[in-house]
């Protein structure tokens, strides 16, 4: 089953407008991450934030996570073409080996 | 620096034909996972292996087989091949604990008529 929820499904922005995308989850995490998929191709790893952080940047991408809500926020600013993609968020359980469950994605279209 | 690779990029199998995706990392990690993706439905994990002879099943391991005999090779074989088989597949690595993420391969897209 499911783990992590992405929401908005879709998102349609403009090139320099940010890009917030949601994630829930159901059970206790070790660590939540976010990937990228580009149409056809595989997944490129974009950020972790472990269980025992509120908030991580790289570059344009900014995370939050509230274990007390069970949710994550991916932020993109200054969106640009090139970020259009499907974004996925993933836990990690904090139980057993380390597996990832991963959400249906958010799609993200970046306009010029 | 190779990274993980799968091999083949595409393949059409008849029912019940059987077939052996190929997953190779050179990265020396320890964790490597089997992941179908259909659209809408996100990925689901099939099988993993958190080291050389160990394996476990993920959430949807029916139809399929693995074994890791090598640290760098977790081959996933399709026993007896069924249209609801029709999917993308993708191969995944982590060193020990994950805490850098995992390294997808570029997938195999499989049709089964």
């Known amino acids: 089953s499911q783990q992590g929820e992405e929401d908005p499904q879709a998102l349609s922005i403009q090139e320099g407008e940010n890009a917030t995308m949601n994630c829930s989850y159901k059970t206790s995490i070790n660590n939540l991450q976010w990937y990228r998929q580009n149409s056809g191709r595989g997944l490129v790893h974009l950020i972790l934030i472990r269980s025992n952080e509120r908030e991580k940047h790289s570059g344009r991408l900014r995370v939050t996570l509230d274990t007390s809500k069970k949710s994550s926020s991916l932020l993109i600013t200054a969106s640009r073409a090139a970020d259009t993609a499907s974004y996925f968020c993933a836990t990690e359980g904090n139980s057993g080996y380390s597996t990832l469950t991963f959400g249906k994605g958010t799609m993200l279209l970046v306009s010029p | 620096n190779a990274g993980v690779t799968q091999t083949p990029k595409f393949q059409v199998l008849k029912t019940g034909q059987s077939m052996t995706l190929q997953c190779a990392q050179d990265m020396n990690h320890e964790y490597m996972s089997w992941y ?3 659209p809408g439905m996100g990925l689901r994990l099939i099988h993993y292996s958190v080291g050389a002879g160990i394996t476990d099943q993920g959430e949807v391991p029916n139809g399929y087989n693995v074994s890791r005999s090598t640290t760098e090779d977790f081959p996933l074989r399709l026993l007896s091949a069924a249209p609801s088989q029709t999917s993308v597949y993708f191969c995944a690595s982590s060193s020990q604990g994950g805490g850098s993420g995992y390294t997808f391969g570029s997938g195999t897209r499989l049709t089964v008529v």
Do not use: G
Request: proline share 0%; net charge neutral; aromatic share 0%.
């Open chain 2, 36 to 38: 179908r993706q259909d």
